[in-house]
């Protein structure tokens, strides 16, 4: 190598790094009033901090998907219209469900958060451990199970939302074949599809729910992939535990039917969209941020639902007929005052065993440990990775 | 699994294994002519979402894809300088190029995000896509799937029986001869580069105007790896290419159709099916190591001095 080669190279190389920086995504987002008096510390008194509360948010996804994390934002940008100048914001996106998750959490303590919100389940074992060196700092986890003196745990009841779907689809479907594009195979993902395929068969009991996992909750084009293969096979109304819009899509594509999940998604598939069993996250971050304000944060475990707006079937277009969509509004009259519930016995099994006697209504610590199919979905639940 | 579901399955097996064909095309030319480009994956990225933006401001295919080859060639082209004629690392370039588009494309992406595209023409060949098992199977393609089954063709007759194909792989084994020769090594190289990373970004075009017509950031989730490793696998021979292509898109769309029928394997052995697949089957078919031999670039990866 000549010299001037190797200086050229060596300019490039530093260029090249500064371009490889760019590459992170982190953001923050300061409420329109103020950050001056933010305190940089993380021992701040949990009752009355000096200046504006910080906060932060963990997502697992891109604000961009249009579904789960977007979702999240949204319930963030209520808190910020609420309380103005007594919070500041901040989130930081694609945070995988790994030990990398660790290093942000402590991340964001280091920065002067005193109230976290890690949005997905796979945040648990992270935050428990960061919790118990940060004890002055509050943690919220999402879809957890596991809670600490300064973590605990808030939910939505996705399976309100499905089960409405799922009425809805009995009533459309001309194959009488459903098809479902499954992320993880855990707890929560099965209670949707159990509580889809429960409310379809309430309608109609000839329905049969078919299952494709892509073992990811956000890939949209394998959602769109297992989308195509459950179309293939017969399926005309689909429906989704994943992230994005590409089930929807290619519904809307081959001329079948869909819904959007945790968000509005209709105008991804205009003519496919039939519903969108969203999550409201605005009323339950309120809810905490107004306890983190007033000091009466505590730990314990939340899981709102329709009752308390937290979840909701909305956008119903015009191919859902009038007296479906007079269902749906009685069964979210029922859920808010305690008259009707989804999980009541008799319920049955794949192998026909009886899980749920006639009469008897599931508690939450039933729902939290699903791990059966019920009677109506095809396939074996697979081992979850 | 009837006939109808079968021709189903195929024509979605084609359609899944297009784009990591169009990519793994160009970077079979990229190699044969002895560079390697390990920012197949940013390549595709950056395309994938100058194709998206394009096409929403547009509401034009064609123009959307048009502009996802430009966007994959001049960032082909930033490659080639850096790699050809500052003689910067082939791998070490390859990759933060890789990095560079990932991070570019969700950044540039960031207002795309929750955009769509309207309504999608089905594409039909008039009359041939009426068959019964044949029409859905064979002629109900967008035209870029036909292109890339005749752009393998093309290439094979390029590489193999056209005086300029014979060029281009004389300066991939080895560029020191073809120097001797007096042909300009590195002007070739820019334009073997170029035309990678156009046919690069055609693939991440196809994928977020087509294929999945949304942006997300990462939405190309690692086709371009796949695309590389596919080209070698394939010893860099067009025909085996598209084989290796489409037999990963067959897998795949077999093992999710096999999980909604029902069959109980365990998803995570499902999931590794595709790349297992195509592994064995390439690796069986070009397992003469004369073959190898004599169809990989020797001058692959190695950076060339004239007059040095």
């Known amino acids: ?385 | 699994m009837n006939l109808n579901e079968l021709a189903l399955l195929f024509a979605a097996s084609i359609n899944s294994g297009t784009p990591i064909a169009l990519a793994a095309l160009g970077l079979l030319i990229n190699e044969r002519s002895g560079v390697l480009n390990l920012g197949a994956e940013g390549l595709m990225l950056v395309a994938a979402v100058t194709g998206f933006a394009t096409a929403v401001h547009t509401h034009s295919d064609f123009l959307a894809l048009l502009a996802g080859v430009a966007a994959g060639a001049v960032l082909a082209l930033f490659f080639a300088l850096l790699v050809i004629y500052l003689n910067t690392n082939q791998y070490a370039t390859g990759l933060a190029l890789s990095l560079f588009g990932a991070g570019f494309s969700a950044f540039v992406g960031v207002p795309y995000a929750s955009e769509s595209l309207g309504e999608r023409t089905q594409f039909t060949l008039p009359g041939l896509s009426k068959l019964p098992v044949l029409g859905p199977a064979l002629f109900s393609f967008h035209p870029l799937v036909y292109l890339t089954v005749l752009l393998s063709l093309a290439f094979s007759w390029f590489l193999f029986r056209a005086r300029s194909g014979l060029v281009l792989r004389a300066i991939g084994e080895s560029p020191e001869s073809a120097h001797a020769l007096g042909y300009p090594v590195r002007r070739i190289r820019v334009s073997a580069v170029m035309a990678g990373g156009a046919l690069c970004g055609l693939a991440g075009a196809y994928v977020s105007v087509v294929y999945t017509p949304l942006w997300i950031e990462g939405m190309i989730a690692g086709k371009g790896w796949i695309a590389l490793a596919l080209t070698a696998f394939a010893t860099w021979r067009p025909a085996r290419v598209l084989l290796g292509a489409y037999l990963f898109g067959g897998v795949t769309m077999l093992q999710l159709h096999l999980q909604g029928q029902g069959v109980n394997l365990p998803i995570q052995l499902l999931t590794a099916l595709p790349y297992l697949a195509t592994i064995l089957v390439l690796v069986l078919i070009s397992r003469n190591s004369a073959w190898i031999r004599s169809n990989m670039p020797a001058a692959l990866g190695k950076p060339f001095h004239p007059g040095a």
């Not at chain 1, 700092?137 to 957890?144: I, N, P």
């Open chain 1, 1 to 385: 190598m000549t010299p001037p080669n190797l200086i050229h190279r060596r300019a490039v190389s530093a260029a090249l790094a500064c371009l490889l920086l760019s590459a992170c995504s982190k953001k923050t987002e300061p409420s329109a009033a103020t950050t001056s008096a933010s305190s940089a510390s993380a021992a701040v008194e949990a009752a009355k901090p000096a200046g504006p509360l910080k906060i932060a948010f963990a997502y697992v996804g891109p604000v961009g998907d249009a579904g789960w994390t977007f979702a999240h934002d949204r319930g963030r940008k209520e808190v910020e219209a609420e309380f103005g100048s007594k919070v500041t914001t901040a989130f930081v996106e694609n945070v995988p469900e790994s030990a990398d998750a660790e290093r942000v959490m402590r991340d964001l303590v280091d920065q002067g958060n005193t109230l976290i919100f890690g949005t997905t389940f796979g945040y648990m074992e992270p935050m428990l451990k960061v919790a118990t060196e940060a004890k002055s700092v509050r943690f919220e986890h999402a879809t957890g199970y596991k809670t600490g003196a300064n973590l605990r745990t808030y939910d939505a009841r996705t399976y309100e939302g499905a089960y409405m779907a799922g009425v809805i689809a009995g009533g459309v479907t001309k194959s009488n074949k459903l098809g479902v594009v499954g992320s993880i195979p855990i707890p929560e993902v099965i209670r949707n599809i159990d509580s889809f395929t429960l409310g379809a068969r309430s309608v109609n009991p000839k329905i049969t729910t078919h299952v494709v996992w892509v073992n990811k909750w956000f890939d949209p084009p394998k959602e769109g992939e297992a989308a195509q293969a459950l179309l293939n096979q017969g399926a005309d109304v689909l429906m989704q535990n994943t992230d994005s819009s590409a089930v929807l899509q290619t519904a809307e594509k081959a001329g079948k039917f869909g819904f959007g999940w945790d968000s509005n998604m209709s105008k991804f598939g205009p003519k496919a969209h039939l519903g969108s069993a969203i999550i409201n996250w605005g009323p339950y971050y309120k809810q905490a941020v107004k306890e983190a304000l007033d000091g009466s944060w505590k730990t314990g475990k939340t899981w709102w639902g329709v009752k308390e707006g937290a979840i909701d079937l909305v956008g119903l277009s015009d191919q859902v007929s009038a007296e479906a969509k007079a269902k749906i509004e009685q069964i979210k009259a029922g859920l808010k005052d305690g008259s009707f519930s989804i999980w009541k016995g008799p319920i049955v099994d794949q192998s026909g065993k009886e899980v749920l006697k006639a009469g008897e209504t599931a508690d939450d610590k039933f729902l939290s440990g699903i791990n059966f199919y019920i009677k109506g979905v095809e396939g074996k639940i697979p081992t979850s990775g």
